[in-house]
C-alpha cells in the first residue's frame, strides 16, 4: 500500500484535531489549549496558540466553509473562535452544564454544533442574532450517563449520540427559526426537538466509543468496547429496523469510525491501526488492515538465525524490536478524520493517538490499498428495538437588553393579578406570594395515597413555580425602580462609568428587604433597557441573564474573568428555571424525590434573586410540608 504521510508534532497526548477545508490548517488539542499548525511544504509548522480554557481541552472542530473553530473542555465550557485579520476572536457558549464538555462537532449547515458533557445531556448550541451569543437547547432524555461521541446526519437535524450506559441513540435536534423543515427520511418525518428516531443497545452492555452516519444518512454505524461494530439499517418511524448487523472481532476495541462510501466502514483504536469492514444490510464482514507491518531492519532481523539471535541477546543482553510495534503508532488512535475526499469516498483520513507513552504522531493512509490478508470474524444480527417520541420542550427566546445592574436597593412591585402556566402548560389562576410569610396558612403534603398523593405534588409543585415567578417579578421591578431613582438613563453612546463593578455576575446568596413603592411619575417612561417583568418564569429568568450578559460585556475590560462568572450564572439561572417550569408529572406521580428537587431548585433560584418574600415562603412550604409528615 501507499507509504503513509507522518507528522510528529510534540511529545504530549492528542485529544482531538481537525482540518480546515484547505487542508492547510491543522487544529490539535493539548492540554488546556488547542495549537494550530500551517502547512509549509511537506510539513506542518506551529503558528497559532488558542489559550481559553483552564482545564483539559476535550474535542476541537473547524467548520469547513466559515473556518470558525469550536473547542470544548472539561471546565465545562465551549468557545466559538472566529477568524479575524487579528488571529482568532473566543466567543463564550452558554452550555448550562454542571460536568465536563467531551465532545464537540459542527453540523453539516454550520448553524449549530452539538456539544456532549458528563452530565447527562447533548446541548444543541445556535447563534442568536438578537442577543449576539450562542446559546444551547438540551437534549436530555433518555440519556442515562455521560456522552462519549456524537454525529451528526447530512440534514444537519438528526444526531446520533454514544455514551457510556450502552446506547447508540438518534435524536432530533430541530430548532425552529434555525433549521429548516427536513425530508421525511427512514428516521422519521415529523421531528420535533428531542424525539427519539432510535435506541441502540450494545449486546454486551460496552460503552459506545463512535457512531457516525453512512454518506445517505440511511445506516448508522456505531463500536463499542466490547470490540464490536454494529450497523442498524431503519425501517421507517416507530419500526424495527430491517437489519441490525453486528461484527465482533478478535482484536482490542475500536475507538473511532468513518465510512467511506456506502460500503465500506474504517475503524481504528487499541490495536493502534486501522482496519477495514465491508458489507451491507445482507452482513458485513472484517475484511483487513491498511498497514503494512514491515519496518526497515525488520526484515533482516526475522531472518536471522536462532543462534546468531541468541549470541546477540548473550553479547548484548537484548535484541531488536523488542519494544517498538509493528505500527506506525506506537499507541491508541483515539480519533479518526477524513482528509481528502471525491464525493461520497475517502481518498484519504488522518489518525491521531492521544495515550501515553506518545508519539504524537499524525497519519495520513490511502484507503483505496490495502493488504491481501482476510480475517475471519462471526457475524450476529440482532433486533435491538426503539423508543416513541419525547415531547417538545422548547425555551423561550432571550429577548434583547442592555442594563447596567449595580445596586439592590429594595422597592415593592406593585400588586398584580399572576395567572401562570401549571407545570404542563395548562394556564391556571395562581396566587401571588405573601407579602410575608406568616400570612402562608395552607398547610402541605405531599404523602398520602396514589391519586391523593398526585393531587398534593402537583398543588406543591404549583406553589414552588408561584413563589419563584413572583421572586423574579419583584427582582425586575426592584432594579426598573432603582434605575428611575437615579434618573434618566445617560445616552448610548456615551462612555462607561470608570469604575465597573461586576454587579450581577457575583450576585450570589444576599437578601433584599421589600419595601413599599414610591408613587410614580406617569410622565417619566421607564427605561428601555430593564424588561418588564412577564407572567412566564422562563421568560423573566431570560431578561434576568440578558442583564447578566449585558453587565459582564460593560464590565470585561475592568474585571477579570466577568464573562465567565456571568456564564455560570446564567446557566444556573435557565437550569432552575428549566427544572421549576418544564418538570416532569409521571416523575413527580412516581415518588416524592422528584418534587424535593423541584423544591430545592426553587430555594436556590429564590436565594440568588435574594428577594426575602421569596426565601421564607420557600422555608414557610418546607415547615408547612414536614409539619403535614409529623402530623400524619
Not at 464537540?104 to 456532549?116: D, H, I, L, N, Q
Not at 424525539?195 to 457516525?212: D, I, K, P, R
Not at 407579602?435 to 402562608?440: I, K, V
Request: aromatic residues 8%.
Amino acid at each position: 500500500m501507499t507509504a503513509p504521510e507522518v507528522h510528529h508534532l510534540f511529545h504530549r497526548p492528542i485529544a482531538d484535531h481537525s482540518f480546515s477545508a484547505d487542508r492547510q490548517t491543522l487544529a490539535v488539542a493539548k492540554d488546556s489549549t488547542v495549537e494550530l499548525y500551517g502547512r509549509v511544504g511537506n510539513a506542518f509548522k506551529l503558528k497559532d496558540e488558542l489559550k481559553g480554557h483552564d482545564k483539559t481541552v476535550t474535542s476541537v472542530d473547524i467548520a469547513p466553509n466559515s473556518g470558525r473553530i469550536v473547542t470544548c473542555s472539561q471546565d465545562r465550557n465551549a468557545l466559538v473562535w472566529e477568524p479575524s485579520p487579528t488571529g482568532y476572536k473566543p466567543t463564550l457558549v452558554l452550555l448550562r452544564i454542571a460536568r465536563a464538555a467531551t465532545f464537540v462537532r459542527w453540523s453539516p449547515s454550520e448553524t449549530k454544533f452539538a456539544v456532549g458533557s458528563g452530565d447527562r445531556v447533548i446541548a444543541i448550541c445556535y447563534f442568536e442574532e438578537e442577543n449576539d451569543w450562542w446559546v444551547s437547547k438540551h437534549l436530555k432524555k433518555p440519556i442515562r450517563s455521560t456522552i462519549t461521541t456524537v454525529s451528526w446526519h447530512p440534514n444537519s437535524v438528526l444526531l446520533a449520540a454514544g455514551s457510556t450506559d450502552a446506547h447508540a441513540r438518534v435524536f432530533s435536534s430541530f430548532v425552529k427559526g434555525v433549521d429548516a423543515r427536513p425530508d421525511p427520511s427512514v428516521w422519521g418525518e415529523r421531528l420535533p426537538f428531542n424525539t427519539v428516531c432510535g435506541e441502540f443497545l450494545n449486546s454486551s452492555a460496552g460503552w459506545v466509543h463512535s457512531v457516525a452516519f453512512s454518506p445517505s444518512g440511511d445506516a448508522l454505524a456505531f463500536a463499542a468496547h466490547d470490540s464490536s461494530i454494529t450497523i442498524v439499517y431503519p425501517t421507517g418511524p416507530e419500526q424495527p429496523p430491517r437489519a441490525v448487523v453486528s461484527v465482533n472481532a478478535q482484536l482490542l476495541p475500536f475507538m473511532s469510525l468513518i465510512w467511506n462510501g456506502e460500503g465500506e466502514i474504517i475503524a481504528a483504536g487499541y490495536d493502534c491501526e486501522a482496519f477495514r469492514f465491508r458489507g451491507d444490510a445482507s452482513g458485513w464482514q472484517l475484511s483487513g488492515t491498511l498497514e503494512a507491518k514491515a519496518r526497515p531492519g525488520l526484515e533482516d532481523a526475522r531472518e536471522e538465525s536462532a543462534l546468531n539471535m541468541f549470541r546477540s541477546m548473550d553479547l548484548k543482553g537484548k535484541v531488536k524490536d523488542d519494544t517498538q510495534l509493528k505500527t506506525v503508532h506506537q499507541n491508541t488512535i483515539s480519533t479518526v478524520r477524513v482528509y481528502e475526499s471525491n464525493g461520497d469516498s475517502v481518498s484519504k483520513f488522518s489518525n491521531a493517538n492521544s495515550y501515553p507513552p506518545l508519539n504524537a504522531k499524525m497519519e495520513f493512509p490511502d484507503p483505496v490499498h490495502s493488504t491481501t490478508r482476510a480475517l475471519v470474524c462471526s457475524q450476529d444480527q440482532r433486533h435491538v428495538g426503539d423508543e416513541t417520541p419525547s415531547q417538545q420542550r422548547d425555551t423561550p427566546k432571550i429577548p434583547r437588553c442592555e442594563p447596567r445592574i449595580q445596586c439592590h436597593e429594595s422597592v415593592q412591585a406593585p400588586p398584580q393579578s399572576v395567572v401562570t402556566p401549571d407545570p404542563h402548560g395548562r394556564p391556571s389562576e395562581a396566587p401571588s406570594v405573601p407579602a410575608s410569610a406568616t400570612a402562608q396558612t395552607q398547610t402541605i403534603s405531599v404523602y398520602g395515597s396514589s391519586a391523593e398523593q398526585s393531587h398534593r405534588v402537583c398543588t406543591a409543585v404549583r406553589m414552588v413555580h408561584d413563589i419563584c415567578l413572583q421572586s423574579t417579578q419583584t427582582y425586575l421591578y426592584t432594579h426598573r425602580a432603582n434605575r428611575l431613582a437615579r434618573g434618566p438613563m445617560p445616552p448610548a453612546s456615551a462612555n462607561p462609568p470608570p469604575t465597573a463593578a461586576v454587579g450581577d455576575a457575583h450576585h450570589r446568596s444576599h437578601t433584599t428587604t421589600i419595601e413599599p413603592p414610591p408613587p410614580r411619575d406617569a410622565t417619566v417612561q421607564a427605561p428601555a433597557r430593564i424588561p418588564d417583568p412577564s407572567d412566564s418564569l422562563l421568560q423573566n429568568v431570560s431578561n434576568i441573564c440578558t442583564m447578566l450578559w449585558a453587565n459582564s460585556q460593560r464590565s470585561r475590560l475592568e474585571v477579570l474573568n466577568v464573562e465567565r462568572l456571568a456564564v455560570e450564572d446564567m446557566g444556573n439561572l435557565l437550569g432552575w428555571a428549566e427544572t421549576v417550569a418544564l418538570g416532569d408529572y409521571d416523575e413527580w406521580r412516581a415518588g416524592e424525590d422528584a418534587f424535593w428537587c423541584v423544591f430545592e431548585t426553587g430555594t436556590k433560584l429564590c436565594t440568588w434573586l435574594g428577594v426575602a418574600d421569596g426565601i421564607q415562603a420557600m422555608a414557610m412550604l418546607e415547615s408547612d410540608i414536614w409539619g403535614s409528615i409529623y402530623d400524619a
